[in-house]
């Protein structure tokens, strides 16, 4: 079946610095998202890709959905406490009809 | 614009028990898609509905099963629970299945533990 491996599985950084995250997958994707969680709640959209090479911002985020159709990064500038969370990417395959695959996750600590 | 509410958000069942979960979608959504998410994981696809129909399945037993109502708000049944089902499990609406691109919006999600 379809996999996503998301990199890296944990950050610890200090308040200020940007971060990097990113994501690939097995099988060729014609839409990839940005979610974030917080403990005890559901995922939150954070940015939406749907063409290759396309780069979106959203404030201080920033992710593109990479030329291959197979991955995708999310890049989060000037980090402040309140980025701490979980960082999901999902993306919807070509064959996989509506359904969405997630990544395994990024836990992001930021320190004050 | 109202966005997805789901209840209960906490549920304690026993092995064996049945549980129902509901899920109301964000205004102008008519698809429905259940997640389950274990702890520590990424949300895994149970199953979809749009306009009623099942629209597509995970990999997950005949013992989990789901309804979608006129007004499109949804269930997600589980029978003969195990262990195993204790996690979050999340209802996310979109615009349409039919329609592209589709973005899926998700609910605070149930947290259901089997003893």
């Known amino acids: 079946g379809q996999q996503l491996n998301q990199s890296p599985q944990s950050m610890f950084i200090q308040e200020g610095e940007d971060v990097s995250m990113n994501c690939t997958s097995s099988?060729?994707?014609?839409?990839w998202l940005w979610y974030k969680q917080d403990p005890g709640e559901g995922p939150v959209l954070l940015i939406a890709?749907?063409?290759?090479?396309e780069l979106t911002s959203n404030g201080r985020l920033t992710a593109q959905f990479g030329i291959t159709r197979k991955d995708s990064f999310l890049n989060i500038s000037a980090s402040i406490p309140s980025d701490v969370g979980i960082y999901f990417c999902a993306g919807r395959s070509v064959l996989g009809g509506s359904r969405l695959t997630f990544g395994e996750g990024t836990q992001l600590t930021v320190n004050p | 614009e109202t966005g997805v509410t789901q209840s209960p958000t906490h549920l304690i069942k026993t092995r064996g028990q049945q549980v129902t979960l509901r899920c109301s979608s964000q205004s102008g959504h008519n698809t429905v898609s259940w997640y389950q998410q274990a702890l520590g994981q990424g949300p895994q696809f149970i199953f979809q509905y749009y306009r009623e129909e099942e629209n597509g399945r995970g990999n997950f037993p005949p013992r989990f099963s789901g309804l979608q109502f006129p007004n499109y708000s949804s269930e997600l049944n589980v029978n003969a629970l195990e262990l195993d089902d204790s996690a979050l499990y999340l209802c996310?609406?979109?615009?349409?299945?039919?329609?592209?691109?589709?973005?899926?919006?998700f609910g605070p999600g149930t947290r259901l533990l089997v003893l």
């Open positions: 996310a609406s979109s615009p349409g299945a039919g329609s592209l691109p589709e973005t899926q919006y």
């Open positions: 099988s060729i994707f014609n839409t």
């Open positions: 890709l749907y063409k290759a090479g």
